[in-house]
């Protein structure tokens, strides 16, 4: 191929070339070509060279040997070189090479040519790669131009100096005087470029904002002429006179009337004009109708306006593009929270959109459907809602389910809704939600004594039907271990009587314990189940025995544990099995900051000595601090947080069915080891009708004392609901472990104990003011107790 060929037979022949090799052949022979003529002093066809190494960059191939030539004949006085020097500097140089600073000073001269197409030239290139100083020293030159009579050469002036204020944010003053002038021209192009630059201008800087805002007036008779203007060849777009004008110019008022009452009462009536009038049946009115809409919504419009505006992204609602969808209720999300009752009208059409095959469209209208759920229309949108979890796709799944829980949780018109719709969740979509609903849920039916038999019937009943579902075998377990003789009983009147039998129940745990697809924090639910069916049935307790035992070897050491310690239940501390295994109190759900009701670091002050009388019949006192259950019977909850160390007060000592944590019953029962401490030297401190609380004391170290308090009766008659509650100075950290036992029987046939660790970093003198409370033939007794010494101590 010879060097002189033009520009045509060179695109051919690249064209025609088979392999990417042959075509790497092709350019490689003529850039060797451009370069030598590059070289030669005289070359008549710098411009045809120039060109055809433009079109060789444009194919992703080196060009950069030609940044001097296209400094060279940007200097040139023939327009043809000049013209595509510029071009070749706009695409092949920038900012960072230093070969731009050369081309500044030829820039500076083009702009006062008297060709308006050469100052055309230079205004393109400063616009596109000026440099910063470029920018600086130029910028009294397009300020000129700015003020010139061409109107040509204004528009290309305007452009160029948007590109010098984002470049230098401090020359936007030198521009605002002549950008301010340019609002008063008739041409399309020159308005254009002056809205731009005041629209930049304004961004960047308050004081300049403030300034424009008077120009509010102009620009809304720009509009005006605009929208009520007949047909213009020359501007108009489908029947919309000038829309990239009209864009423009509304997004301009949207920043000058953004939290200003005055600047926005100005432009209502425009607004509403444009919104009326505007065709919606093409693109380009929706164009100038979505920015309407945007400019309704930024500025502080009267109320009236605002409707509409919502109106106006219901009707895209209903426009057959995907793309105007997605726009309306993506604007539509963010005025739900201040126009909530205008966006409610378009509730069905938002419903609607979930059934899009697009997944921008689902996913955004399952945010928007989520927002306008309240509780006047909670029970029909949480079923359109359920109805899409059903078909949804995966990843839109643990997104629907975490709005359903919340919306659920607070509007829900029923407790027995709230959990009927949560177990809905769990059965359509229990692989994908969080991992604190299992414990949510928990709490839920926990609190709702009335719905205890109804929930673990209908918890068995999904158990059997299906087992993959993790968050829903885990509550279903927790449910049957929990209320397990509510379910053998039948007595549920809400569901359909079903009997079930001691065998059904340990099947469906044994079906849970085997099943591959149950993790291993599953399978822990599960074990604890049936370990706590032993105390609500009577007939299969040698096989529990034989279930639990099994896993006492298990790969998983969490459940090898929890085997471990129910095994020695069975063997050695049988007798505390039922106290041990009582159903869950009810659950506190605990607010940031705070510890089961109390302040974070509050001190319980001391309990003041009160003495009851046997006869008096009063309500016992509640253990104000419960602690959760023995054995972790939840699963891998943690244990619950108490003050901070320094405070020292008054700890509870709740009752064998609140239970205690899982240190406590370890540190208790020492179920892996069997050792129990010695008390030594037992002192009397409280003896009265019968009942006697004697005190052993053994120092564990300076500062730690382990109490033991041992309580037995000698009455005729059984004590009940017996509990002990401690007070310590506040310099003494003091923890109560959960007691033995809360039932006295007579003559002395059993005793409880309960252990209480004190911590005396500051040795000060150790005192402890207990308090006694029991129920005795009926009345209820409580009475206080001031231990000055401790034996062994």
Request: hydrophobic share 40%.
């Amino acid at each position: 191929m010879s060097p002189s060929v033009p520009l045509q037979e060179m695109i051919r022949a690249i064209r025609s070339a088979r392999t990417q090799c042959e075509e790497r052949g092709v350019i490689q022979r003529e850039c060797a070509a451009i370069r030598a003529q590059f070289r030669q002093a005289d070359n008549g066809g710098r411009s045809h060279n120039l060109a055809k190494l433009l079109y060789v960059h444009m194919l992703g191939y080196p060009a950069h040997f030609g940044q001097m030539e296209c400094v060279r004949m940007i200097a040139s006085p023939r327009y043809n070189e000049k013209r595509v020097g510029y071009l070749g500097a706009m695409m092949l140089l920038d900012e960072k090479q230093d070969a731009s600073l050369l081309i500044t000073n030829s820039i500076k001269n083009d702009l006062a040519h008297s060709n308006q197409y050469v100052q055309s030239l230079a205004l393109c290139t400063l616009a596109c790669m000026g440099s910063a100083e470029m920018c600086r020293d130029l910028a009294p030159e397009i300020d000129r131009l700015l003020r010139a009579s061409n109107s040509y050469i204004k528009k290309k002036a305007a452009l160029c100096a948007v590109h010098i204020v984002r470049k230098v944010h401090d020359l936007g003053e030198l521009f605002a005087p002549a950008a301010r002038s340019l609002l008063a021209e008739k041409n399309h192009g020159v308005l254009h470029g002056a809205v731009v630059l005041i629209t930049e201008l304004c961004e960047r800087n308050t004081e300049t904002l403030e300034k424009f805002r008077k120009t509010v007036p102009d620009l809304v008779q720009i509009m005006k002429g605009l929208v009520i203007s007949g047909y213009s060849p020359e501007h108009d777009v489908a029947g919309i006179s000038d829309p990239f004008l009209q864009v423009r110019i509304l997004r301009l008022l949207r920043i000058l009337g953004r939290n200003n009452e005055t600047a926005s009462d100005a432009m209502n009536d425009l607004l509403a004009q444009v919104a009326t009038n505007t065709d919606s049946t093409k693109t380009v009115g929706n164009a100038v109708l979505y920015e309407t809409v945007l400019t309704v919504l930024d500025i502080k419009s009267e109320s009236g306006l605002r409707v509409l505006a919502v109106n106006i992204l219901g009707r895209f609602l209903l426009n057959n593009d995907r793309n105007i969808r997605y726009i309306a209720m993506t604007s539509l999300q963010r005025i739900v929270g201040t126009d909530h009752n205008a966006v409610q009208r378009h509730r069905g059409t938002i419903v609607d959109c979930l059934k899009d095959q697009d997944a921008s469209v689902k996913r955004r209208a399952l945010d928007l459907s989520l927002a306008l759920v309240s509780a006047s229309n909670i029970r029909s949108m949480m079923k359109e809602l359920l109805l899409f979890l059903s078909s949804c796709p995966p990843e839109l799944r643990s997104q629907a389910a975490s709005g359903i829980f919340n919306a659920a949780e607070r509007y829900a018109p029923s407790q027995r809704w709230h959990i009927d719709t949560i177990l809905h969740v769990l059965t359509t979509a229990g692989g994908d939600v969080r991992d604190e609903t299992v414990p949510n849920l928990i709490q839920l039916i926990t609190n709702q004594s009335e719905l205890h038999c109804y929930t673990v019937n209908k918890l068995y009943r999904a158990l059997l039907t299906d087992i993959s579902q993790p968050s829903l075998v885990q509550v279903a377990c927790w449910c049957i271990g929990e209320y397990g003789d509510l379910l053998l009983r039948g007595e549920c009147q809400d569901t359909e009587p079903v009997q079930v039998t001691e065998d059904d129940v340990l099947d469906a745990l044994e079906t849970v314990l085997q099943s591959h697809m149950s993790s291993p924090a599953t399978r822990g639910f599960a074990l604890t189940a049936t370990m706590k069916l032993s105390t609500r049935i009577t007939d299969n307790v040698d096989r529990i025995r034989s279930i639990v035992s099994i896993y006492g070897s298990c790969i998983d050491v969490e459940l090898q544990q929890r085997a471990v310690e129910y095994n020695a239940l069975f063997k050695k501390y049988d007798h505390m099995r039922a106290a041990v295994l009582e159903r869950m109190p009810v659950i506190e759900k605990n607010s940031p900051g705070h510890t089961n009701g109390e302040s974070a670091g509050e001190v319980v002050r001391e309990i003041p000595a009160v003495k009851v009388k046997p006869g008096d019949a009063l309500l016992p006192q509640q253990p104000a601090n419960q602690v959760c259950d023995l054995l972790d019977l939840l699963g891998a909850s943690e244990e619950p947080p108490r003050p901070g160390p320094a405070a020292g007060g008054a700890a509870p000592a709740p009752a064998a069915g609140g239970g205690g944590s899982s240190s406590a019953g370890g540190d208790l029962l020492d179920l892996l080891g069997g050792l129990e401490p010695a008390p030594l030297t037992p002192a009397t401190v409280y003896d009265k009708d019968g009942v006697t609380l004697t005190l052993s004391s053994e120092k564990q170290s300076d500062s730690g004392l382990t109490v033991t308090l041992t309580a037995s009766n000698a009455a005729d008659s059984d004590i009940s609901s017996f509990t002990l509650q401690a007070a310590v100075p506040k310099s003494v950290q003091l923890h109560m472990k959960a007691p033995s036992g809360d039932t006295l029987p007579a003559r002395g046939a059993a005793k409880v104990t309960q252990m209480v660790v004190l911590n005396n970093p500051n040795k000060v003198n150790l005192k402890m003011r207990l308090r006694v409370s029991y129920t005795s033939r009926g009345s209820n007794v409580q009475d206080t107790v001031q231990i000055d010494s401790f034996p062994g101590h």
